[in-house]
């Protein structure tokens, strides 16, 4: 991708996450990821356009992770964009700053929107979780790479595998956090458990590339 598909501008990693509450819907149905996924990038694209008072094309690559820390069940997103995009002629508009606390406004009610709008939820129940103070969904970028050579790295983190194992004593040792230093010794069954609610249904895309990369 470093080579043939990024362009030579700054990047920034966008991480899109949803409450604890929803994400049984995309345990059970993977191909709603998919969707949350197109409902991240339009409200990426919107927010551009807003701020640059044109319609743009953002370059995106987006990356569907489905487990936290422990490997437990956390469907979120991760997107290596560019900062800002290109528009009807061709020019490029630089975004350099994007407001957290915004997008993550508007990505909760397009999600919740959908969700309610396949009857996964109510519309009550929607409107309830958006007059929370702490509504679950979040919008994190401040990590940016002003190079190819940095935008690789943080795609190389974006597409980071789900583990490596460490055997002892009949156990499976987990290590996660900061450095490894936090460790966790599980059962086999435990483990099979948990690794294998990640894996993809047949024929899903986990990795999409949207506009102008």
């Not at 569907?64 to 009807?88: A, C, K, S, W």
């Not at 980071?160 to 956090?177: A, F, I």
Request: net charge positive; aromatic share 10%; charged share 30%.
């Amino acid at each position: 991708m470093r080579e043939t598909l990024l362009l030579d501008v700054p990047h920034r990693q966008v991480v899109f996450t949803i409450p604890k509450m929803l994400r049984i819907f995309f345990r059970y149905n993977r191909r709603l990821l998919g969707e949350l996924c197109r409902l991240a990038l339009r409200c990426l694209t919107r927010y551009f356009e807003v701020l640059a008072d044109s319609a743009l094309v953002p370059g995106v690559i987006a990356v569907i992770q489905t487990f936290g820390n422990r490997i437990n069940l956390h469907p979120h997103l991760h997107f290596l964009v560019t900062e800002g995009g290109v528009d009807e002629a061709g020019i490029f508009h630089k975004i350099l700053r994007i407001d957290d606390s915004r997008l993550t406004e508007l990505f909760g009610r397009e999600v919740l929107a959908d969700l309610a709008g396949r009857e996964l939820l109510s519309p009550e129940w929607a409107a309830r979780i958006l007059s929370w103070r702490h509504t679950g969904f979040s919008v994190h970028s401040l990590v940016r790479a002003k190079t190819k050579l940095e935008a690789e790295r943080v795609g190389k983190y974006m597409r980071r595998p789900l583990l490596s194992l460490d055997e002892r004593e009949g156990k499976v040792c987990y290590r996660y956090g900061k450095k490894g230093g936090e460790v966790e010794r599980m059962d086999y069954l435990e483990f099979i458990a948990r690794t294998t609610s990640h894996i993809p249904d047949k024929g899903q895309v986990t990795v999409r590339y949207y506009g102008l990369c």
